[in-house]
């Protein structure tokens, strides 16, 4: 059981058909400098907590909200990011974490959707859940690793970069920001 729903979880992110996982943590990612690694992670961890939350409760008690408005919401979250990324040049971490746990309420929903077609009708289900939840994670240190190790290449790739990459909000965050927000907007 453990390798079937921990590979559900980790293929349901870094799978490119189901890109707005990966464009929401790629925006929260956008925001912060190389050095800010441990912020990332808790930004990443509030998001895991969000959606392991409400992939729990839609599936043990069915949805919190209709399907077609989490479809809605979702874009949203990737552009409300991008846009923050924009606007706030310093985050306080705990109102940060806050909203991005918040945002990681309305993916869950997206999962549950996912992963109910999925699962045993006769089974506890507490294991598939925490075995997903795991592999969900797991594929989000993967994605957060590499572009993170992207960005730091980018922005150390010539003086001026590293330059930009010590200033509060850097020019490849910000031009990431307005890519994967006007992405996510068209799409």
């Known amino acids: 059981m453990f390798p079937t729903y921990f590979e559900l979880g980790l293929t349901h992110i870094l799978d490119l058909q189901g890109y707005d996982h990966m464009l929401f943590l790629a925006v929260l990612i956008a925001g912060f ?40 919401l979702i874009p949203l979250t990737i552009f409300s990011a991008a846009f923050s990324n924009l606007v706030w040049k310093r985050r306080h ?5 806050s909203v991005t746990t ?36 797991a594929g989000q240190i ?21 330059r930009i990459a010590q200033t509060s ?4 965050g910000l031009v990431i920001s307005l890519f994967l927000a006007f992405t996510n907007w068209i799409s």
């Open 33 to 72: 400098h190389w050095n800010e690694w441990k912020t990332v992670l808790w930004m990443i961890t509030a998001f895991t907590l969000g959606h392991s939350l409400t992939l729990a409760i839609t599936v043990l008690n069915g949805p919190v909200i209709e399907s077609n408005w989490v479809e809605i």
């Open 93 to 97: 971490v705990i109102a940060a974490a």
């Open 102 to 137: 918040f945002f990681g309420l309305i993916h869950g929903m997206g999962f549950a959707g996912y992963l109910s077609a999925l699962l045993p009708t006769n089974s506890e289900l507490w294991q598939p859940l925490l075995f997903f939840n795991l592999g969900v994670e």
């Open 142 to 162: 993967i994605f957060a690793t590499l572009l993170i190790t992207l960005l730091f290449i980018t922005r150390s790739a010539s003086k001026s970069a590293v």
């Open 169 to 172: 909000l850097s020019v490849v």
